[in-house]
Structures are given as structure tokens and as C-alpha cells.
């Protein structure tokens, strides 16, 4: 069963009196919209961890969360920073198992990743898709872009950085 804000507002009032068994119904009602939201987002292999460490700070912060305010945005920000900790610790430490099949891909995955990708970067303004298409997708140095594109390094810099979080944001608001 889906439930709105307003419900998991309403048993997260009851949970901070001291009601248990509205806190476990809010903490299962969570566990199942965190599913969903990491789903789309990272490896399904990685999902069940994912969630259960965002419950684990769901409760840690669960004090913070003022009930007269939405619920998911309160959430959604604490499974976004979950999600940013567990990319950043995947790329610090890449997994390397000689038992582990390699996954079979299909053929046409690399072209709908592209198409996606561009469908993405078609929201940016063209310096900073031009800037994040050669330093991230095409993996140029910050020196080759500038000397591509006209712009100087530390602009090439900046149009990465508004670029990407513009793309986290369109990403976050899907």
C-alpha cells in the first residue's frame, strides 16, 4: 500500500510520542518507496543495503523531523546524501570478484545509455554540454577541452561543476 505524506507525517508524529507500532508501519511504509527510489538510481544488487542504511539514518535523525513539514522532501534528502555516500564509496573501492560472472549486456544497452545521456545533456546550455560531453563522457583533460573550445580552463571548470549539478537536479526531479 502507498501511502502519502500526510500519512507517514501523521505516523511520524505518533512515533516521536513514543507509539512503536507506528513507528514500524512508517519505518515498512519507508522501506518500500526506498526500494523504489534507489531502484531507479543504483545496481539492484546494492538496493537492500542501500535502504537498510538509510532506515539506519532515517532513525538516527528521526528527532529532526518537524511533522507540521512534508515528509519526503525530509526523507528524500537523507536517501539522496545514502545514495552520493554509497557511489563514492563503490568508486574509492571497485569491486573485483574473479568468482562473479560478468553481466551479459545487451547490444543495443550502450546505444540507449547514449541516447539517455543526450537526452540529458539536450537541457544544458551548449558551453556546458560541450565542456561535460569532452572532460566526462569522452574523458579529455580540462586543458584539451579549453584548447577545443575556446573557453579558458577555469571556465571549463565552472561549466562541469553548474553543468553537472543541473543534471543532478533534473535527475532528482524525475
Known amino acids: ?3 502519502s505524506d500526510q500519512d507517514l507525517r501523521t505516523l511520524m508524529r505518533a512515533a516521536q510520542g513514543g507509539d512503536r507500532a507506528a513507528y514500524r508501519a512508517a519505518l515498512a511504509a519507508l522501506a518500500d518507496w526506498l526500494g523504489g527510489y534507489f531502484a531507479r538510481r543504483i545496481a539492484p544488487a546494492q538496493v537492500d543495503d542501500l535502504v537498510q542504511e538509510t532506515l539506519l539514518s532515517v532513525h538516527r535523525k528521526r528527532s529532526s523531523y518537524d511533522p507540521d513539514r512534508p515528509f519526503f522532501p525530509w526523507v528524500a534528502a537523507i536517501a539522496r546524501y545514502r545514495w552520493i555516500d554509497a557511489l563514492r ?3 574509492r573501492r571497485p569491486e573485483t570478484s574473479l568468482e562473479a560472472e560478468p553481466p551479459v549486456a545487451s547490444p543495443e544497452e550502450p546505444v540507449l545509455a547514449r541516447l ?6 539536450g537541457h544544458l546550455p551548449a558551453p556546458q554540454a560541450r565542456a561535460i560531453t569532452l572532460t566526462k563522457v569522452e574523458g579529455r583533460s580540462v586543458a584539451e ?7 579558458s580552463e577555469s571556465a571549463v571548470k ?12 533534473l535527475v532528482e526531479s524525475e
Open 89 to 91: 564509496a563503490r568508486a
Open 1 to 3: 500500500m502507498r501511502h
Open 145 to 151: 577541452t579549453a584548447r577545443l573550445t575556446g573557453q
Open 116 to 121: 539517455s545521456l543526450d537526452q540529458l545533456i
Open 158 to 169: 565552472v561549466n562541469v561543476h553548474r553543468g553537472l549539478r543541473k543534471l543532478a537536479a
